[in-house]
């Protein structure tokens, strides 16, 4: 599969040929897929990787995808952040040119109470807006996800007690083409401070796909008529972005920049890393000093945590995109 990232060309969608997505297809398919990061400053890049890496893995050989990425000019980046996204990104304004087939919007770092509050939300209302009818697929994450939910149907996010953060268990609660060859059962990253209501989901026409006893609906999805995807969860993290979030959290209690000290994540460290860990919450909490974490040694993690879920969930989109059911 060829995986092209494209910054100044414009692409026409192209006319796409009916694909048997078992490695046979008719003639080579080309897919423009665009991908608004909001991730921070320091998961921006890894993020981007991520995304390259599940959609090369993912399509089957005759695909072609030209990946374009955007950044919301509101978001405010370090100048490091900047000049990445000066060198690699296309600019937002060109996004309706683009001939975009399917797009990823990811979430950011909660900085309002109140979504509406952040000072992105106008140009993330206008994408969500745009999105609905001008591709046949979006995938939203995380807080993005929370944001298209509140901007189309006034679903408010709910304010969770503690951070979930971790691996969880989630179910098929449904068929999809989606989901379609996945273990019945699959593990999932999530982290998050907030989530959404699913009776309340469902009471709105959103088809609930998967949920987890511990955390709530995982994935679910409404046509509108872009068959729309909302992730809760980070199906797209690689094995080390939680572990390079719980440090970052850790880093910010030892700085005092945050009150609490993060929880460890949910069946992702092993045993005796959690052992470990454990007892450096007990010093950093006596007495806080931001040289401690240079003292950590290094973390292992368990051995089972990938289901091959993502690989899985993207290979169908693709499909769901190139065959323009």
Known sequence: MTLLFDRHRRIASPALAPADFDGRAKRPIELTIGLVNNMPDNALKATDHQIARLLQEAAPRPVRIRLHCFSLPSILRSRTAQSHVAQTYTDLDQLEGLGIDGLIVTGAEPVAANLRDEP????????????????????????????????????????????????????????????????????????????????????RGYDILTRSAEVGVDIF????????????????YDALSL?????????????????DYPRLPKSYFSAETEAVLNAFEARATAKRDPTLAAELPGLTLRPDLDSGAAQILFKNWIGFLANDR
Request: hydrophobic fraction near 40%; include cysteine.
């Open 120 to 203: 992105y939300w106008p140009e993330l209302a206008s994408i969500i807006d745009w999105a609905k009818t001008n591709t046949r697929s979006t995938i939203w994450s995380c807080l993005a996800a929370h944001a298209a939910v509140l901007h189309l149907d006034d679903i408010e996010r709910q304010r969770l007690a503690a951070k979930c953060s971790g691996i969880y268990e989630c179910v098929k609660v449904q068929d999809d083409w989606l989901t379609r060859e996945t273990r019945s059962s699959l593990k999932v990253p999530h982290s998050r401070l907030n989530a959404v209501n699913e009776p309340l989901l469902a009471a």
């Open 221 to 236: 999805a409404r046509s509108m008529p872009s068959r729309f995807i909302f992730f809760q969860g980070h199906p797209e």
């Open 243 to 259: 572990q390079r979030e719980y440090m970052r959290d850790i880093a910010r209690f030892l700085a005092g920049q945050r009150d």
